[in-house]
C-alpha cells in the first residue's frame, strides 16, 4: 500500500548544490536539512530547487557546494504560520541521493509527475503579452492521511483546457519543478523579495471518475 501511494508523487532532480546544510526539524531524533541545488533550463536561465534532506542519507556536516548532486524523492508542502498567516512551503523531500563525477548529465535533470485531485477552482488568465496560463492546486495524497497541496501552472491548450475542470476532479500530471522571485509589500515603506515554487506543466491528463 505504501509504495502504491508513493507512486502518485514522484520527482527527479540534478543540478549544482548552491548552499551549504540548513537545519530544519527533527523527528524522532532524527535531523532534516535543507539544500539549494541550481538546475539548468533549456533556456540559459535556472531554477533554484530547495531539497530536504535526512543527516541519514548524506554527510550533512560537509559542504557541497559547486558539486553535481542527483536525487529522487516526492514534492512535498507544509503549512508555517507567519505573521498570523499560514505561508504554504514546497520542498523536494529526498528518498535517494548521490554525489555525480564532474560533466555529469542526468537523463531526468527536473521531473515531475503528480497523480492529484483539484481542490480550488482553477484560474485562467492571459499575460500582457497574450500567452494563456492557468493556474491550478492539486492535493496529492500520501500516507496516514495527509496530503500535500501542489501550486501547477499549465500554458496555451492545455491552460484553456485546464479552465473546464472542476474541484474535485482527478488529475495526473507531468512536468518540472521552476522558482519564480516575487516581491511582497511588508509595509507602506518595505519591499521584501522572496521565492515561490510551483510545477510547470507540460503534459496533463484529466481521469473521468
Known amino acids: 500500500m ?3 501511494v508513493f507512486d ?3 520527482v527527479n532532480i540534478s543540478g549544482k548544490v548552491v548552499s551549504e546544510f540548513r537545519y530544519s526539524h527533527d523527528v524522532f531524533g532524527e535531523g532534516f ?3 539549494d541545488v541550481e538546475v539548468n ?7 533554484i530547487i530547495p531539497l530536504m534532506i535526512s543527516e541519514r542519507l548524506i554527510d550533512v556536516s560537509k559542504d557541497y557546494r559547486g558539486e553535481i548532486i542527483e536525487a529522487s524523492g516526492q514534492f512535498r508542502s507544509y503549512n508555517r504560520h507567519e505573521e498570523s498567516k499560514n505561508k504554504l512551503v514546497l520542498s523536494v523531500f ?3 541521493i548521490r554525489v555525480c563525477e564532474e560533466g555529469y548529465e ?27 496560463i492557468a493556474d491550478l492546486l492539486l492535493a496529492v ?30 488529475l495526473r500530471i507531468w512536468g518540472r519543478i521552476q522558482s519564480r522571485e ?3 509589500k511588508i509595509s507602506e515603506t518595505e519591499v521584501e523579495k522572496r521565492v515561490a515554487y510551483e510545477v510547470s506543466v507540460s503534459k496533463l491528463e484529466y481521469l473521468e471518475e
Open 182 to 184: 516575487y516581491q511582497k
Open 94 to 96: 529526498v528518498r535517494e
Open 41 to 47: 533550463r533549456l533556456s540559459d536561465s535556472y531554477d
Open 106 to 132: 542526468s537523463s531526468k535533470p527536473n521531473f515531475i509527475y503528480l497523480d492529484g485531485y483539484i481542490c480550488k477552482t482553477p484560474v485562467y488568465r492571459k499575460t500582457p503579452l497574450g500567452r494563456e
Open 141 to 170: 495524497n500520501r500516507p496516514y492521511g495527509k496530503s500535500d497541496y501542489i501550486p501547477c501552472i499549465s500554458w496555451g491548450r492545455n491552460a484553456r483546457y485546464a479552465e473546464k475542470f472542476e474541484v474535485g476532479g482527478h
Open 33 to 35: 536539512y535543507l539544500l
Open 8 to 10: 502518485n508523487n514522484q
Open 2 to 4: 505504501t509504495d502504491k
